[in-house]
């Protein structure tokens, strides 16, 4: 079974300056796929970035991006230049990237993340 | 392009009633469907996923059930409503770049 651990309940950044989300995760797959999602009060589920295990290269999307550390199962979020807009709670979730197992996902507790002006 | 819709948005429902959610995915053949339900200020807690039609795998025991009648359509039902199914359902497929759809808000009074 695999477990994904958010250890920040909640963090706050000023509006332009940069924020780091933290995750762990406890796998014994070789393939498979991490996610971080971020959920406004609207509550729908917006896919911020998406990292392939096998990709040593870390995904990066504009002002998004994340620190994957495979061996030591760790995949941070990073956003840079923070924006009013990205006040929401972030997920860290992890899917097996095979078969039938891909698309059930293991979710992260949640951190709330609060942009200050 | 490829898109999950999920009907209704919004729905409040008294103890005992039935329920019937539906989901339907668009541009994509054969998907790969799953049930989420989030409680308040929690994670997402997967219910069901379907590999094709009529196929059902239940990933928790509860008062709900789901159907797959068809290729893309996908069904969370309940023939009696509890005061603990009150949540936010999602539905997911793989198939699709945003993986969820929008989401179905249920309160049970």
């Known amino acids: 079974a695999q477990t994904v651990t958010q250890s920040q309940p909640e963090m706050s950044v000023q509006e332009a300056e940069t924020v780091t989300l933290s995750c762990t995760y406890d796998?014994?797959?070789?393939?498979?796929?991490l996610f971080w999602y971020k959920q406004p009060p609207s509550r729908q589920m917006i896919l911020v970035i998406r990292q392939e295990a096998y990709k040593q290269q870390n995904a990066t999307e504009n002002r998004f991006s994340v620190n994957f550390q495979k061996a030591a199962k760790s995949f941070s979020l990073k956003i840079s230049d923070s924006q009013l807009g990205d006040t929401a709670m972030y997920f860290c979730?992890?899917?097996?990237?095979?078969?039938?197992?891909?698309?059930?996902?293991?979710f992260g507790q949640g951190t709330i993340l609060t942009v200050h002006p | 392009s490829q898109t999950i819709h999920q009907w209704p948005a919004t729905l409040v429902q008294p103890v005992g009633s039935p329920l019937s959610l539906e989901c339907t995915v668009e541009g994509t053949s054969n998907p790969n469907l799953y049930w989420y339900r989030q409680a308040a200020g929690r994670g997402l807690q997967l219910l069901f996923y379907s590999v094709g039609i009529g196929q059902i795998s239940s990933e928790v025991p509860q008062n709900l059930s789901a159907s797959r009648p068809q290729d893309r359509q996908f069904i969370l039902s309940s023939k009696k409503l509890l005061l603990s199914d009150s949540g936010f359902y999602l539905c997911?497929?793989?198939?699709?770049?945003?993986?969820f759809g929008p989401g179905t808000r249920l309160t049970v009074l």
């Open positions: 997911a497929s793989p198939s699709t770049e945003q993986f």
């Open positions: 979730a992890f899917t097996p990237g095979w078969g039938t197992s891909y698309g059930k996902l293991t």
């Open positions: 796998t014994s797959e070789n393939n498979y796929y």
